[in-house]
């Protein structure tokens, strides 16, 4: 059966069938291209970024979390598939209103991703190619679990600042990081995306700072200024690598792998 992130049960497309399919979520459209379906998204937000070759030719419908829902109407998808972290639950239910199928996402971990590939292949027909990135993924998660293990580390992965933000451990970052042995800082707030102050308590509990690309677009100069504020190693990381799940978590595990010598 093929079964989304919150029990919506969904069919298989019948042979021929066209879809229109508006993905809010730009790592699944990196996917949908990977599948071979870039001819049927016909809606993507300004994020959805990757393959830039095929997603430049893409209607933009606005943001992952304020999107133009005339815009959407006119196009008539047959499909939206939106994820449970990065879209807002009233924008979804005011889409679902009048787009026929909701494909609902929710990867927590990195070997979520094959349950992924299998849902949007078996859905779209594209049953081969999700294969294809099953093996691909398999290959990339046995070499990185063959890697010899250093001293385990804590880390501070950082999304933001002004307010300086973080992620829980029960997120998809906090679990590819956990692929090599690095546990996340846990903060003591609920939110699965807390703020949190440089405390000595908490520079005194890390290892190490990471510093995301993506959501916020930190740069060297942030790890210097940063590196002599706390005295704590303070690292850039790649944010689409580490956040992105769907086919460039592929990528992702390769890039794990590398960050795992550091």
């Known amino acids: 059966m093929l079964i989304d992130a919150v029990?919506?049960?969904?069919?298989?497309?019948a042979a021929g069938a066209q879809p229109r399919i508006v993905s809010l979520v730009p790592s699944i459209t990196e996917l949908l291209c990977d599948l071979g379906l870039a001819q049927h998204v016909v809606g993507r937000t300004g994020f959805c970024i990757h393959p830039a070759e095929l997603v430049r030719a893409m209607p933009k419908v606005g943001g992952t979390k304020d999107v133009n829902l005339e815009k959407i109407r006119a196009l008539a998808p047959s499909h939206l598939i939106v994820n449970i972290d990065e879209n807002e639950k009233p924008v979804v239910e005011a889409l679902a209103a009048f787009i026929p199928h909701l494909i609902v996402t929710h990867?927590?971990?990195?070997?979520?991703?094959?349950?992924?590939?299998?849902?949007?292949?078996?859905?779209?027909?594209?049953e081969s190619q999700a294969d294809c990135l099953c093996r691909a993924f398999?290959?990339?998660?046995?070499?990185l679990?063959?890697?010899?293990?250093?001293?385990p580390r804590t880390v501070l992965y950082c999304i933001w600042q002004d307010p300086w933000m973080t992620v829980s451990k029960d997120t998809y970052i906090a679990n590819m990081l956990a692929e090599i042995g690095w546990q996340t800082w846990q903060s003591p707030k609920p939110e699965r995306y807390p703020a949190f102050d440089w405390s000595p308590a908490v520079i005194g509990a890390i290892d190490m700072v990471l510093l995301s690309t993506e959501p916020y677009r930190f740069t060297?100069?942030?790890?210097?200024?940063l590196e002599r504020q706390i005295g704590v190693p303070v690292q850039l990381v790649d944010g689409e690598m580490l956040s992105w799940y769907g086919s460039r978590a592929i990528a992702?595990?390769?890039?794990?792998d590398a960050l795992a010598g550091l």
């Open 107 to 126: 990867p927590q971990t990195p070997r979520d991703n094959l349950a992924l590939y299998r849902l949007l292949g078996g859905i779209f027909g594209a």
């Open 252 to 256: 992702g595990l390769r890039y794990l």
């Open 138 to 143: 398999e290959h990339a998660y046995a070499a």
């Open 145 to 151: 679990a063959a890697r010899p293990r250093k001293t």
């Open 220 to 225: 060297a100069a942030h790890v210097d200024a």
């Open 7 to 13: 029990g919506n049960v969904h069919a298989a497309l």
